[in-house]
């Protein structure tokens, strides 16, 4: 079955309060501007998640919630604590919880695991700043097996490139 995977970085974080935990850092202006866009833009290239599994942090809480007032349709979300600050063997290790029926995954977290899990998928290493968006295809029965095959890069969305 052809899988689609989205691999998104949070939205620019604020690091106003130096003595707030990293789990805990909200989004800067720039994050609360970039998010609505991708999430835009994603839309016009009908790349809308069917499922998005996320870090439980509060910038990929707020960047997720700035994204799916944008979109038509709101997709389910699981947050999880395994998804912060992981990297490909923590995104597998979620992927047996995934529906074997559900074509497209949007998964939302960190550096530097996001660039090591697309390097990964892909071969290619690219680096990944804030509100950046990896749109991978690949090919597995189940969400587990597509994870150990090659994936192609379909495009890499950056904000500072959309039209």
Request: proline residues 6%; contains cysteine; charged residues 25%.
């Amino acid at each position: 079955m052809r899988r689609e995977l989205i691999v998104m970085r949070h939205a620019k974080s604020s690091w106003k309060q130096p003595t707030l935990a990293d789990h805990d850092r909200p989004l800067n202006n720039r994050g609360k501007r970039d998010a609505p866009r991708v999430a835009a833009y994603l839309e016009t290239l009908d790349w809308l998640p069917d499922s998005i599994v996320s870090s439980d942090a509060e910038r990929t809480r707020q960047t997720l919630e700035l994204m799916c007032n944008r979109w038509s349709y709101r997709p389910p979300i699981t947050w999880t604590r395994a998804l912060y600050l992981a990297g490909w063997s923590e995104v597998y290790g979620v992927a047996d919880r995934w529906e074997s029926n559900i074509q497209r995954v949007m998964i939302v977290g960190h550096n530097p695991g996001w660039e090591a899990l697309c390097a990964k998928l892909t071969g290619h290493w690219q680096q990944m700043t804030t509100a950046n968006v990896a749109l991978l295809t690949g090919q597995g029965a189940s969400w587990r097996q597509a994870l150990l095959s090659s994936w192609e890069l379909v495009q890499w969305v950056r904000p500072r490139e959309i039209p």
